[in-house]
């Protein structure tokens, strides 16, 4: 029988004409009969640090006042075998050519970028089931063209695979904070922020605490990392 997978998604800097010349997206996968206990155990990580049961865990809300309870946070990832992430971090955003290589549409690469998160932690075998924060109204038909894609490339046309594509919003899912604070990490390092005079000393200990975990943000794992997967894309003609 297979076995059902919920994958939270969450990006940072996607806008085409924000102040980033990064893009990064994330997705955090665990199995769907064990969500209840991951969001359970989140929730008791937030009580112990005197947090609402309900406090959103996210990368802007990260400073030194609440530092332990965001490395608690990162510690039970580590720690707990069922859940994975994965990041996808685009560099070079703005000197992208979009006419040359994406027929002149933004969202066409942003489709690609998304197809390279998802397409190496979605086995043909087992069932999925997609979230993907809600960032703009304009979501909607992105999230039904992407569903088409991911299909489409596993010869999956009954969306047997990947049974569905949906948006939520972050306060919704415990799982789908978690990526985004790790998505923050990653973007906070490739826009050259970290350890910068003035920098957030939160979230600069954040990033050192995951070196300690043997987590180098800057360089992509290998495409077979389980737990804490990178790929860094350059495009063509520029250099890292």
């Not at 919704?172 to 957030?200: C, K, M, T, W």
């Not at 939160?202 to 360089?219: A, D, F, M, P, T």
Request: charged share 25%.
């Amino acid at each position: 029988m297979n076995s059902l997978y919920n994958i939270y998604c969450d990006e940072s800097c996607h806008l085409p004409y924000d102040n980033s010349n990064v893009m990064v997206l994330g997705a955090v996968k665990c199995q769907d009969n064990l969500k209840k206990r991951i969001i359970n155990n989140i929730r008791d990580i937030k009580i112990k640090h005197g947090l609402s049961s309900w406090f959103e865990i996210k990368w802007t809300k990260v400073s030194i006042a609440k530092i332990n309870f965001y490395l608690d946070i990162i510690d039970y990832f580590f720690r707990d075998s069922a859940l994975s992430y994965r990041g996808v971090v685009a560099t070079n955003k703005k000197r992208l050519d979009h006419i040359l290589y994406n027929c002149g549409d933004y969202n066409l690469w942003y489709y690609k970028m998304y197809f390279l998160l998802l397409d190496p932690i979605i086995d043909p075998l087992e069932e999925y089931r997609i979230f993907i924060d809600i960032k703009d109204t304009q979501g909607g038909p992105k999230i039904w063209k992407l569903h088409e894609v991911l299909c489409n490339n596993k010869y999956d046309f009954k969306h047997e695979v990947i049974k569905d594509v949906k948006q939520i919003r972050s306060q919704e899912s415990e799982v789908l904070q978690i990526a985004d604070l790790f998505n923050g990490a990653l973007s906070y390092v490739h826009r050259n922020l970290y350890n910068r005079p003035g920098s957030n000393k939160g979230k600069n200990v954040i990033i050192e605490h995951l070196r300690e975990k043997g987590i180098n943000l800057q360089l992509s794992t290998k495409r077979s990392e389980e737990k804490f997967n990178v790929f860094i894309w350059v495009p063509r003609g520029c250099a890292r």
